[in-house]
């Protein structure tokens, strides 16, 4: 069974650079029919799509946070990872990583990981 | 781009059924059918519960059913249990290989 699972600090500054690595198991990252996305949900409030990965590194972020986000991917770990810059206490969030099918949907997602955004 | 419209809440009893709606724009919703929906417990991650509109994933209960006409996606719940008793999102593709998702639909099983 196809397991995800985010990983990363725990608390993040304003300002700094946010990171979080999403590691794929049970099933390769490289597979044809899918891309990897990151999604986030501020507490009590709903999902942002944030961007998304094929395994060849071609992505697609939300324009909303464009300039801010970069996500990356190492098949050899089969894993992918986020990076969101220039935080602010706006982007308190649970970080989600999951499987986006080439026919446009979210079928496998991680546990979800709460990243504070504080001094 | 726009988040896509859903209903705060809806409530309904035990076996009874519900309908949640969410309205996109023609540069989303109204222009492609791929339209998902996700179910989340709080404390989990969401669940896909529908995908391309219509079709379910294996092991969802076919109690949950989705449409769509336009720019408005719904999805409907017949035969309430209390274990539906979550939160409700739809996304839809937006082109450029973007998605947005809706605003999520808290559901309550009186």
């Known amino acids: 069974q196809l397991q995800l699972q985010e990983s990363g600090p725990g608390l993040v500054k304003p300002s700094e650079t946010l990171s979080l690595t999403c590691t794929v198991s049970?099933?390769?990252?490289?597979?044809?029919?899918?891309?990897w996305g990151w999604i986030r949900q501020p507490p009590g409030k709903g999902l942002e799509w944030i961007g998304s990965?094929?395994?060849?590194?071609?992505?697609s972020y939300n324009p909303s946070l464009k300039g801010r986000v970069t996500i990356s991917v190492d098949t050899s770990k089969n894993q992918f990872s986020l990076k969101l810059s220039s935080v602010t206490a706006a982007d308190t969030a649970v970080f989600y990583c999951?499987?986006?099918?080439?026919?446009?949907?979210?079928?496998?997602w991680g546990q979800g990981t709460l990243v504070p955004v504080s001094s | 781009q726009s988040a896509l419209t859903q209903p705060a809440s809806v409530s309904g009893s035990p076996g009874q059924s519900i309908t949640i709606s969410c309205t996109g724009t023609s540069s989303d919703l109204g222009s492609y059918n791929v339209v998902s929906w996700y179910q989340q417990h709080p404390g989990k991650a969401p669940k896909l519960i529908i995908y391309e509109g219509t079709k379910r994933p294996s092991g969802v209960s076919n109690r949950f059913s989705g449409s769509k006409s336009g720019n408005t996606a719904s999805l409907t719940i017949y035969g309430l249990l209390a274990e539906d008793e979550a939160d409700y999102y739809c996304c839809s593709y937006a082109g450029n290989r973007n998605f947005v998702f809706g605003g999520g639909t808290k559901l309550t099983v009186l």
């Open positions: 049970g099933g390769s990252i490289t597979t044809s029919s899918y891309f």
């Open positions: 990965i094929y395994y060849s590194g071609s992505t």
């Open positions: 999951a499987r986006q099918s080439t026919r446009d949907f979210f079928d496998f």
